[in-house]
T-cell receptor
Framework: NAGVMQNPRHLVRRRGQEARLRCSPM?????VYWYRQLPEEGLKFMVY????????ESGMPKERFSAEFPKEGPSILRIQQVVRGDSAAYFC??????????????FGPGTRLTVL | GEDVEQSLFLSVREGDSSVINCTYT??????LYWYKQEPGAGLQLLTY?????DMKQDQRLTVLLNKKDKHLSLRIADTQTGDSAIYFC????????????FGAGTRLAVHP
């Protein structure tokens, strides 16, 4: 059973370009979380999605950032018109529809975005 | 809002015990977690503790929870070079699902 997969692992964009980050949850998982890790900091919650629904986007910047988790295919985190401050590691985590007793989230390896 | 704080660095000698400390502010936490992050990798859940427990032991790992002081610690016995990593304390923010609030991470360096 493959773990959470994220691609690309490394992404370089110039200021003003768009970045698309993909996350394929573990098989059977229908809940996806996105977190951002700035250099030398902990992970910050961005958004929580279930299939076709955004449940909590309280950690998403109001502009330029969007997320989706369609019925088929991976979850996508999209950043439009990237700026240098968007450079970070973006982690996706997934959990099953019926949570374990301790609500474990399974993390992917992350996408490291560098904005030039 | 909720906050989680950790010291940033810890250096120990191989074979000694390591103790990593964490404080949190959310009084309604259900679970608290310790994650390990190795260079260039994602996070791996090491252990967790339910909020009505004071202590949990899992092989070389011991978690202590002081709810009154909102203090969590992770003790690693017989620390090995393979334990060198960043350790994150995380609090579940609740709300019916598991939005995690992470500390900044403690970088553990193990030297011979």
């Amino acid at each position: 059973n493959a773990g959470v997969m994220q691609n690309p692992r490394h992404l370089v964009r110039r200021r003003g370009q768009e970045a698309r980050l993909r996350c394929s949850p573990m098989k059977g998982h229908s809940h996806v979380y996105w977190y951002r890790q700035l250099p030398e900091e902990g992970l910050k919650f961005m958004v929580y999605l279930q299939k076709e629904n955004i449940i909590d986007e309280s950690g998403m910047p109001k502009e330029r950032f969007s997320a989706e988790f369609p019925k088929e295919g991976p979850s996508i985190l999209r950043i439009q018109q990237v700026v240098r401050g968007d450079s970070a590691a973006y982690f996706c985590a997934s959990s099953p529809p019926v949570a374990s007793s301790y609500n474990e989230q399974f993390f992917g390896p992350g996408t490291r975005l560098t904005v030039l | 809002g909720e906050d989680v704080e950790q010291s940033l660095f810890l250096s120990v000698r191989e074979g000694d015990s390591s103790v990593i400390n964490c404080t949190y502010t959310d009084s309604s936490s259900t679970y608290l977690y310790w994650y390990k992050q190795e260079p260039g990798a994602g996070l791996q859940l090491l252990t967790y503790i339910f909020s009505n427990m004071d202590m949990k032991q899992d092989q070389r790992l011991t978690v202590l929870l002081n709810k009154k002081d909102k203090h969590l610690s992770l003790r690693i016995a017989d620390t090995q070079t393979g334990d060198s990593a960043i350790y994150f304390c995380a609090d579940s923010a609740g709300g019916g699902y598991n939005k995690l609030i992470f500390g900044a991470g403690t970088r553990l360096a193990v030297h011979p």
